[in-house]
């Protein structure tokens, strides 16, 4: 179920390398239906943990939003929409936290 107004932290509770403000907790569906077959979605960047099997995907989805899809040491999906400003941010985060590399090949 997406959550509209207010903020959601369900998803990047799991990631303590960094946090989305203005994070709106997708459906699974909803998130693989954007990410995996609408041909807008532009994946950005993906992140592996060394230290657990945790995995994280930031895709470009319009001008000035992305998703982020949070994947479990178990295989659960989540995703959540925020601003591309705030995904940026993220990556910046991932990139300079200890345990976590780029698996995207950049």
Known sequence: MSSHGGHS????????AFSLET?????????E???GEDDRAELASEWA????????????????T????????????????????EARQACADLAAAAGWHRVDGQ
């Open 9 to 16: 932290h369900t998803g990047t509770a799991a990631v303590s």
């Open 23 to 31: 994070a709106n907790e997708l459906s699974w569906m909803l998130g």
């Open 33 to 35: 239906r954007v990410t």
């Open 49 to 64: 943990h060394e230290g657990s099997r945790q995995q994280v995907a930031v895709f470009h989805v319009t001008a000035e």
């Open 66 to 85: 992305a998703i982020v899809r949070f994947r479990s040491p178990a295989g659960r999906e989540r995703y959540v929409g925020t601003t591309k400003d």
